[in-house]
């Protein structure tokens, strides 16, 4: 199995690690992609309306032999809506002809293989250098991806702090990238919490997220997410794998025991 090697907090290399098993799974874009809808899906607003909307009116049709369409119309006279027809769909104040219904199931399923496989995938994306750079990431050419880095990561407090950690590792360009990217919005992709825009910079992800998380909040791009609730939404946003990420060494091990799973799935699969 292929090693990489862990840098310190100031940028230089302090040892080699073996890398899981789980890199080892081969890239499924399609499975990625279907994977990022199924959980995408949870998040949809249900749509409908109301049963009755445009039935509200004591209508009835009028038969044959008047010389008009037998559609039914409002009963009453000397008002402006009687003789209008009513109650029917393709006419005014009538109802829809096949209306979204609220009770329409709009989650999409995904089998929990599948699903499993899907995130082993996305992290194996991860170091694919042309993955990563297909998918706009600016990282230098020598710098070895994954990239690991000391648990002393994960005791960074500060953004002043953070920011100078991930200059260390070279990846400035990469945040001038997500910097020059912010776009402030106007309209009703403001009034609905969209206010501004920002390109996805570097991912660290950690085994304990409670002190790094309040650093990186102020660094365009950049998040952090603890290895136990790491998804296919940190690692492909909008369904594009090849996430920049940055690994402490912790939360490398942590998925040791997802590697021997994904080698399974992937021969079940190979095998079908």
């Known amino acids: 199995m292929m090693s990489v090697s862990v840098y310190s907090l100031d940028g230089s290399k302090v040892e080699q690690v073996e890398l899981p098993r789980v890199f080892l799974t081969p ?56 003789g209008q027809a009513g109650g029917v769909a393709g006419v005014v104040k009538g109802r829809l002809t096949h209306p979204p219904r609220a009770e329409k199931v709009i989650v999409k399923r995904l089998n929990k293989k599948e699903k499993h496989l899907a995130l082993c995938s996305a992290i194996a994306a991860t170091m694919m250098r042309e993955v990563v750079k297909a998918r706009g990431h600016r990282i230098p050419d020598d710098i070895e991806l994954p990239l690991v880095v000391t648990d002393d990561i994960e005791g960074v407090k500060k953004s002043k702090d953070l920011l100078k950690v991930l200059n260390a590792l070279r990846l400035t360009d990469d945040l001038e990238r997500a910097r020059a990217s912010i776009k402030k919005r106007s309209g009703k992709a403001r009034m609905r919490g969209r206010k501004q825009y920002i390109a996805k910079s570097a991912l660290i992800i950690v085994k304990n997220a409670d002190s790094i998380a309040r650093a990186a909040s102020s660094i365009p791009g950049v998040e952090v997410v603890p290895v136990s609730r790491l998804s296919i939404l940190h690692l492909a946003p909008g369904g ?33």
């Not at 690994?247 to 992937?266: F, P, Q, T, V, Y």
Request: overall charge positive; proline content about 2%.
């Open 240 to 272: 594009h794998a090849g996430r920049l990420c940055i690994w402490s060494k912790g939360a490398l091990e942590s998925i040791r025991d997802m590697s021997n799973n994904a080698i399974e799935l992937m021969k079940e699969v190979m095998a079908r």
């Open 27 to 82: 890239y499924r874009m399609d499975l990625i992609h279907k994977a990022f809808v199924h959980i995408q899906s949870k998040l949809f607003q249900p749509q409908g309306r109301d049963p009755l909307a445009g039935m509200r009116v004591s209508a009835e049709s009028r038969g044959t032999g008047l010389g008009i369409a037998r559609m039914a119309r409002v009963k009453g006279e000397g008002m402006r809506r009687a």
